[in-house]
T-cell receptor, first 113, second 111 residues
């Protein structure tokens, strides 16, 4: 199994909603990442978890809250988002996180109304 | 700081044409260099990588050589196919779990 699975594939939410994005991998990878990608732009790093501990937070607003319940799962909790947060949210993983190939999921396309 | 500069797209080619997508970088230390490809509606996939100067990465007919003297990692393919149409991202990693991407270059290949 060499996949990173993200759910849902599409999400529409209002600015007062609370929702969660989910990411799962069963490759035994110990580093997991959230990226945000706006249309026609490169992915921007948001968070990195290494061995289930948050190791990088790229000054992301607190309305985005990551969680890593175990080594296979990564969640991104969303609350009080703004329309400008609409984007493709990509999850990725690497074996240990240092200079290695990133395995990306297909992403969740989020629209905030 | 670390940064990657890619040529503006789109690059439009006919099938079987030669492809070059330019990529240059600025980095402290000795970065690893990558090319990722993104097909419509999908996440990114690693296409090839090189970890030190003069290394050549290759995969699926694509090649790129890590040139320290010109700080470049240009992507080439001798004969493109329609199925190669995608967005190509050059990226660097200095080993601190942070991958820095270029802005991406869209390739359109027509039959």
């Amino acid at each position: 199994d060499t996949e990173v699975t993200q759910t849902p594939k599409h999400l529409v939410m209002g600015m007062t909603n609370k929702k969660s994005l989910k990411c799962e991998q069963h490759m035994g990878h110990r580093a997991m990442y959230w990226y945000k990608q706006k249309a026609k732009k490169p992915p921007e790093l948001m968070f990195v978890y290494s061995y289930e501990k948050l190791s990088i937070n790229e000054s992301v607003p607190s309305r985005f809250s990551p969680e890593c319940p175990n080594s296979s799962l990564l969640n991104l909790h969303l609350h009080a988002l703004q329309p400008e947060d609409s984007a493709l949210y990509l999850c990725a993983s690497t074996r240990t996180g240092s200079n290695e190939k990133l395995f990306f999921g297909s992403g969740t396309q989020l629209s905030v109304l | 700081g670390n940064s990657v500069t890619q040529m503006e797209g789109p690059v439009t080619l006919s099938e079987e044409a030669f492809l070059t997508i330019n990529c240059t970088y600025t980095a402290t230390g000795y970065p690893s260099l990558f090319w990722y490809v993104q097909y419509p509606g999908e996440g990114l996939q690693l296409l090839l990588k090189a970890t030190k100067a003069d290394d050549k990465g290759s995969n699926k007919g694509f090649e790129a050589t890590y040139r320290k003297e010109t700080t470049s990692f240009h992507l080439e393919k001798g004969s493109v196919q329609v199925s190669d149409s995608a967005v190509y991202f050059c990226a660097l990693n200095t080993g601190f779990q942070k991958l820095v991407f270029g802005t991406g270059t869209r390739l359109l290949v027509s039959p």
